[in-house]
Structure formats: structure tokens, C-alpha cells
């Protein structure tokens, strides 16, 4: 009875710790790609006002 209590509980972290880590990585990846529309955007901008 012990030890599927145990078995239960690892799997539980197991899958929130996946979770968590899924979550983390496309929290990244979101961040890292509006940094580089936001750094495009002001580039875009700077050289639009040095042509002119």
C-alpha cells in the first residue's frame, strides 16, 4: 500500500515538473521573439530617421 503511494506521488511530481518545464521553455521562446520584433521594429525606425 506503501510503495503505490509513493509510485503515485513520483508520477505526480514527474508530470508537474514536465509541466513546469514546458511551460518555462515556451515562456522563453515567446520572450526571445518580442525582443527580436521589438529590436526589428526600432532598427526599422532608426534607419527610416537617419534617411531622412
Known amino acids: 500500500m506503501k510503495e503505490e ?3 503515485t506521488l513520483g508520477i505526480i511530481i514527474a508530470i508537474v515538473t ?5 511551460s518555462a521553455a515556451v ?3 515567446l520572450v526571445v521573439n518580442e525582443k527580436k520584433k521589438r529590436d ?8 527610416d530617421c537617419s534617411i531622412q
Open 40 to 47: 526589428e521594429e526600432e532598427l526599422e525606425r532608426y534607419l
Open 27 to 29: 515562456t522563453a521562446f
Open 5 to 7: 503511494k509513493n509510485g
Open 18 to 22: 514536465f509541466a513546469a518545464a514546458v
